[in-house]
């Protein structure tokens, strides 16, 4: 009881940092979703979350998902996948995701599409930018975004929503900042393109260090985890440094 009482308070503190943000950024706070970030979160602990009313869950690893899925299908109403996908898991991860915030890479792409042909489905994405330029972070390159997104909305099964990016880890603010207006740009140069099957209503940014940034800067999903959940045994830079990940 105790364990559900504190993530109660969490949830509502994190739910008042977005309302406050929203407030300064002159933004309705139904503009901004929350999702919930569930890495190395117990099924009970992310359950508890649920029956307070959130609908929006995001895994990073393929395996994670695969574990906590048939305890979750029935409970929440929206999963998404959040970390780097590696071609040969894609089937694994279209049976429990609506969407995939990672898609970096065309050849990723094109595997994903024939897998949702023989499927007879289709899925949203949304296509990853690494705006620190970080090595240890996937994602297209910002001034290689735009030809990413037009090779990938040929691909029919594929529905382009918009964009995500994990931000620079770091206490300078304006670098953070730079991150998530370096997004921002590439959503508005898209949508003055218009290019067929894309769409560009998405922003994925922002976590529990810097959500308040992400959404002045115009954030429509911001990804929170430890803020909720409480701190797990490593930072959120550990859980997100990719280069750990074997690319394909």
């Known amino acids: 009881m105790k364990n559900t009482q504190e993530i109660a308070l969490r949830l509502t503190e994190v739910r008042s940092r977005i309302a406050r943000a929203c407030a300064r950024a002159n933004r309705n706070p139904s503009e901004v979703r929350l999702l919930l970030a569930t890495k190395t979160v117990d099924i009970p602990r992310i359950k508890a979350v649920l029956e307070l009313g959130e609908t ?104 382009i929503k918009g964009l995500m990016t994990i931000g620079l880890f770091s206490a300078d603010e304006q670098k953070v900042r730079k991150c998530f207006k370096v997004l921002k740009n590439v959503q508005q140069e898209v949508r003055h393109l218009q290019i067929p099957n894309v769409t560009m209503d998405e922003l994925s940014m922002g976590m529990s260090g810097d959500l308040e940034i992400a959404i002045e800067e115009g954030a429509t999903i911001v990804r929170v985890g430890t803020s909720i959940f409480g701190e797990r045994a490593y930072p959120d830079s550990y859980y997100w440094n990719e280069e750990k990940e074997i690319r394909s």
């Open 56 to 159: 929006l869950i995001g895994e990073n690893k393929v395996q994670e998902l695969k574990e906590k899925g048939p305890s979750l299908v029935n409970t929440v109403k929206e999963a998404h996948f959040i970390g780097h996908l590696q071609s040969n898991k894609i089937k694994d991860v279209l049976k429990w995701v609506s969407c995939i915030q990672s898609i970096d890479r065309l050849s990723l792409a094109q595997k994903l599409q024939r897998r949702l042909e023989y499927e007879n489905r289709s899925i949203e994405v949304l296509i990853q930018v690494n705006t620190s330029y970080e090595t240890s972070k996937f994602g297209v390159a910002p001034e290689k975004a735009i030809e990413l997104i037009k090779e990938v909305a040929v691909l029919k099964n594929i529905k």
